[in-house]
């Protein structure tokens, strides 16, 4: 390398050069490899959010939908069907969800807690291949919570169905607020709104 003068106007030695040029060498390698590791970056973006202990989701679920075919005051073994579907860049699986009774006259209508199932897919009419579930339900809160062992990968669409004994004995616009977790250390809960059914009696129509 050529040893220019320095504005001292002492020459620059042979091991100095060596040294700059060293160093201009290690910015074209590192500028070569950038676009590789800005490549690998976007190459997984779906990666789970991990912060200071908590499991978030990259992309959460944002919204539940919930459905019913039964809607009038004590019909019998009706049916609730709440769908939450997972970007393909969720970042995590979905390990389980609560759902909780936060509005509704009637407070004591009892669910069959162990009867409760889930399917893939959002359409209750043509459900896909059911999963495992295990549910809990807490009466003081009017809280169920769900957990699926074999957990609903991102891109997918989960049904839970929980199946009351009975309808309400009273009319009234029910709501139901749900929150998903994301698998892994001490998950953090995405709110997804709330679920609203609309319960009628029998006589609201005639």
Request: net charge positive.
């Amino acid at each position: 390398c050529a040893l220019p003068i320095s504005h001292h106007g002492a020459f620059k030695t042979t091991a100095h050069c060596k040294t700059m040029a060293s160093w201009k060498q290690g910015l074209r390698r590192a500028g070569a490899l950038a676009p590789l590791a800005l490549g690998l970056l976007w190459a997984n973006p779906s990666r789970a959010l991990e912060l200071r202990g908590a499991t978030y989701f990259s992309k959460p679920p944002w919204s539940v939908e919930l459905i019913s075919y039964q809607t009038y005051t004590y019909e019998t073994r009706p049916e609730y069907y709440f769908t939450v579907s997972l970007d393909p860049q969720a970042g995590a699986a979905l390990g389980g969800l609560t759902i909780t009774q936060t509005r509704g006259v009637d407070r004591w209508f009892e669910f069959s807690v162990d009867r409760t199932t889930a399917f893939l897919g959002g359409n209750p009419r043509r459900e896909g291949p059911k999963i495992p579930v295990q549910a809990r339900f807490d009466q003081a809160s009017r809280s169920f919570t769900i957990s699926f062992p074999e957990p609903v990968q991102p891109g997918q669409t989960v049904t839970v169905v929980l199946k009351p004994w009975t309808n309400p004995g009273q009319a009234d616009t029910y709501m139901f607020a749900v929150n998903a977790y994301p698998v892994g250390p001490n998950p953090s809960p995405a709110s997804l709104g709330y679920g609203t059914l609309r319960i009628y009696n029998m006589g609201d129509f005639n």
